[in-house]
Structures are given as C-alpha cells and as structure tokens.
C-alpha cells in the first residue's frame, strides 16, 4: 500500500511560491497522486493530478520524479485565501477490481499578509 | 446542478442509537464513497461502491453499513452508534473511467453521546 507522508504545517507570505512535498516510497505502477485541497467545514476539492513528469493547471503544478517516491505540489504566488489543509492522494488498484484511497495527514498551509 | 449533498448536516446520537446519513448526487458518478475525518488523522474510507446495487468494505467500515439502491444516491448506516464514530463524515463520487478525480460533499458533523 502506496502510504504518503507529508509535512504537518507550512507557513508562507502572500505572493511567495509555495511548494510541499509528499512521500509516497510504495507507490505501484498503476497508482496516480492527486492533490486536494480543504477549507474549514467544508469538504476536500480537487487541485491537481498527475502520473509521472510535471503537470500544470491555472491553479497549481505537481511535479513527479522518475522513480514516483514523491511529489511536490507547487502554489505559485498565494494569497491568503490559499491558507487551507492540503492532501496528498495515492490510489492502489487491486487485480480484483477494488481499490484503496489513502488520504495522507495533510498539510496545513498558512498564509500570512 | 447542485453536485454532491449530504443529509443532515449536524446530528447529535445517544450511544446505542442508530440513524441513516444520506448521500445524493446529481453528476451521474458511477462511484461512490463514504469517508470520516477525524482530528490528525485526515480521511479514511468507510465503504465504497462502484455502481447501483454494489457495496464494498474501505479502511475502516466495521461499525457501518451501506446501501445504493439508485445510483445517484449512497446511504451510510449506524446500526448502534458509539462514541468512536464521533466524527465528520464525507460523501464523495467520481466517473468511471476517471483516475480518482473525487467530488466531495459538505461533510455531516456526528457526535455520539
């Protein structure tokens, strides 16, 4: 099982690039890593996903190494409504059919002015 | 268009009681899932399905029962509710096909007495 670790808390000022990173040691060949990002009561919203390489969208880029052991979320210029709780996502398929989602912790982002 | 819903948003339970938290979906996913979050310990999977009439076990569904007689509708089950399922629960979907791009709900606030 693909586990991902990842930094508990990261402090930042508005304007900067941001960038987290994330283990995942046991990643499989089929697994992709996805990043969701979460505001106080509310529920997880996609940001990015990505299988090997760098992959960019208006909000974000995910960079990949080529052995897939990790992956950095990169926020260019955040603001402070950026200030939120950041996942990181590996999914394992299974042969049968089924799969396993393994949120990690998290990462709390906090933006300053 | 309204996505993802959950009912009720905040419910209070006295030990050994039980009640239905209702998960609907009008963006015609095939998948479906059910998550809790609990402090420090980001999301975990209850139970899944991957279409009308199926149920699968997650991480962590011992305590829970699931149902998805239609398929824009996911229900999550407490038969004897405990204090260990205090938590926030999560309903999300996602299209076949699609590599784990979720859609989340706004989350339901349990607390068991």
Known sequence: LAKTTQPISMDSYEGQEVNITCSHNNIATNDYITWYQQFPSQGPRFIIQGYKTKVTNEVASLFIPADRKSSTLSLPRVSLSDTAVYYCLVVTWYLTGGFKTIFGAGTRLFVKA | ?113
């Open chain 2, 1 to 113: 268009n309204a996505g993802v819903t959950q009912t009720p948003k905040f419910r209070v339970l006295k030990t050994g009681q039980s009640m239905t938290l209702l998960c609907a979906q009008d963006m015609n996913h095939e998948y479906m899932y059910w998550y809790r979050q609990d402090p420090g310990m980001g999301l975990r999977l209850i139970h899944y399905s991957v279409g009308e009439g199926t149920t699968a076990k997650g991480e962590v569904p011992d305590g829970y029962n699931v149902s998805r007689l239609k398929k824009q509708n996911f229900l999550l089950g407490l038969e004897s509710a405990a204090p260990s399922q205090t938590s926030v629960y999560f309903c999300a979907g996602r299209e076949r096909g699609s590599t784990d791009t979720q859609y989340f709900g706004p989350g339901t606030r349990l607390t068991v007495l």
